[in-house]
């Protein structure tokens, strides 16, 4: 039998999956992304003729730049704004479980989004004879990229009662961590070297085409840790 | 004991001290009112007593636990309505019931019974099933108030409770906090005088987050007091549309 905090989060867990799901923005977002990475995936297989995702997983990784804060913009600064975080900050649960059942329903939909991109593997499965390693490691590579999204975007959430707020911040922000690289090659070393480690592009880069490091594992699990980590000090603020 | 005691609690917005060394306690089974005008602490002190907001300084218990040190064992023993009784919309009546009651530790037949208890206590039969952004103020006022009795607390705390009411809301709202502090204490703030004077057992007047003083009201009976004839009329006049 699960114990009270735990079916206590697996309730949020599910309100928030709910919520999601009865609101437009999931199925919007959901059918953008997989527009999107199924016209690049035609092309790239029609005209280029490989059998490869790697197109597929550096254009998804920009879609979920673009798309993550319309999921996590209202999990907070919606909660916030309406009066409803009264509750659940004065219901018996830790703010640590309430960011982690709001991170959890956060990767569900994108579990649910980038699974149906595993449709254009099993196509080039059954027409070809792809290279799996990459396929593993640039899917691992994308959930991570993901999750470090979701935290990243309910920390500004949580800072804030307006939703666009929320989103515009959080794209600005995951703009700047996806291209910082581009800026680091300006500067001198080691300061080079201190934004390239920065970078999220320079991090999945090696997931997609199918080299896994454990030091980019490593900076995932801490961006996604630390994200949270200041989600849970932002509800206890107060 | 009491079921509240607060010992020079005190609150601190940057320079601003909304809230400035309050102590007073709350027996079992009383209204306890809290009066002022706007500004002067009112809801700072109930955020403080619910946890929602941690002390600059002093301590608040509730049953002797004290709800800073001890928050989860504090927040079952309490039932919060906040200030314009936020509520999930899209959420159908039952549905909204169950989560709450699940967030507070409810499950299985327990719950079944807990929620059906609320919903008798509160009279929200008739839309059990009903999308909560669907129903008239009265009715989420009264959904806000069955999920702050669902784990039975043993202190009820309502935050401007008669806000955006219409005289027969108020009126029969009276007669629910005297209902429900049959059961629990029942901590609720107003800034109008009349209401408090009605419904309350004793009454805490503050200002500029200062406590002035801790006054007993009396009344005849355990109930709400008759309706006013003003009150009598309005109700006979707008029985028809209220019966709709």
Redesign the interface.
């Known amino acids: 039998m699960a114990s009270?905090a735990v079916?206590?989060v697996a309730?949020?867990v599910g309100?928030e999956v709910r919520?999601l799901f009865?609101s437009p923005i999931a199925y919007a977002v959901i059918a953008v992304f997989v527009v999107l990475s199924g016209y690049t995936f035609t092309v790239s297989l029609i005209v280029a003729k490989q059998a490869t995702l790697v197109h597929i997983f550096f254009q998804s990784a920009v879609q979920l730049i673009l798309l993550v804060p319309l999921i996590t913009m209202r999990q907070f600064a919606e909660e916030r704004r309406?009066?409803?975080l009264?509750?659940?900050?004065?219901?018996?649960?830790?703010e640590i479980d309430i960011v982690a059942a709001k991170f959890i329903a956060c990767m569900v939909v994108l579990l649910a989004m980038t699974s149906l991109t595993l449709v254009y593997a099993a196509v080039l499965a059954a027409y070809g004879d792809p290279d799996w390693g990459p396929i593993y490691s640039g899917y691992l590579g994308l959930v991570m990229l993901g999750a470090a999204l979701v935290a990243i975007g309910l920390m500004i959430s949580a800072l804030t009662a307006n939703q666009i707020v929320a989103a515009v911040v959080s794209l600005g922000l995951f703009g700047i961590l996806w291209s910082i690289d581009t800026l680091a090659s300006l500067l001198p070393q080691p300061f080079e070297n201190w934004l390239l480690g920065l970078s999220l592009l320079a991090h999945l880069t090696p997931f997609a085409v199918g080299a896994m490091y454990l030091s980019d594992v490593g900076f995932f699990v801490t961006v996604i840790l630390l994200g949270l980590f200041l989600t849970v000090r932002a509800l206890a603020r107060? | 004991m009491a079921v509240l005691s607060l010992d020079r609690l005190s609150k601190r917005f940057g320079a601003r001290l909304a809230v400035d060394a309050v102590s007073f306690e709350v027996q079992e089974r009383q209204v306890f009112g809290l009066l002022g005008p706007n500004g002067s602490g009112k809801s700072t002190i109930l955020?403080l007593v619910?946890?929602?907001?941690?002390p600059s300084a002093g301590t608040a218990r509730v049953a002797g636990i004290d709800v800073v040190r001890s928050?989860?064992?504090a927040?079952?023993r309490?039932g919060?309505v906040?200030?314009?009784s936020?509520?999930?919309g899209?959420m159908r009546v039952v549905e909204y019931l169950s989560?709450?009651g699940?967030?507070?530790?409810i499950?299985g037949s327990a719950l079944d019974r807990a929620i059906d208890a609320a919903v008798e206590r509160l009279a929200l039969g008739s839309v059990r099933r009903t999308i909560i952004e669907r129903l008239s103020r009265g009715y989420r006022q009264r959904v806000s108030l069955a999920?702050a009795v669902l784990h039975r607390p043993e202190l009820l705390v309502l935050d401007e409770p008669s806000n955006g009411l219409d005289p027969r809301q108020i009126i029969e709202l009276r007669g629910l906090l005297r209902h429900l502090a049959q059961d629990c204490a029942v901590l609720v703030t107003s800034h109008i005088l009349a209401e408090i004077e009605r419904t309350a057992d004793q009454v805490a007047i503050l200002l500029d987050g200062r406590l002035l003083t801790v006054e007993p009201i009396a009344h005849e009976t355990v109930a709400a007091p008759a309706p006013s004839p003003l009150e009598a009329l309005f109700l006979e006049l707008t029985r028809a549309k209220a019966m709709q």
Not at chain 1, 86 to 94: E, F, I, K, M
Not at chain 2, 50 to 54: C, D, P, R, V
Not at chain 2, 102 to 105: A, E, K, S, T
């Open positions: 009270p079916s206590q309730t949020l309100k919520t009865t309406s009066g409803t009264q509750l659940l900050l004065t219901a018996p649960l830790r107060r | 955020r619910t946890g929602y907001l941690y928050a989860r064992a927040r079952e309490i919060y906040p200030e314009d936020p509520l999930y899209h989560f709450m699940r967030l507070r530790g499950t999920q």
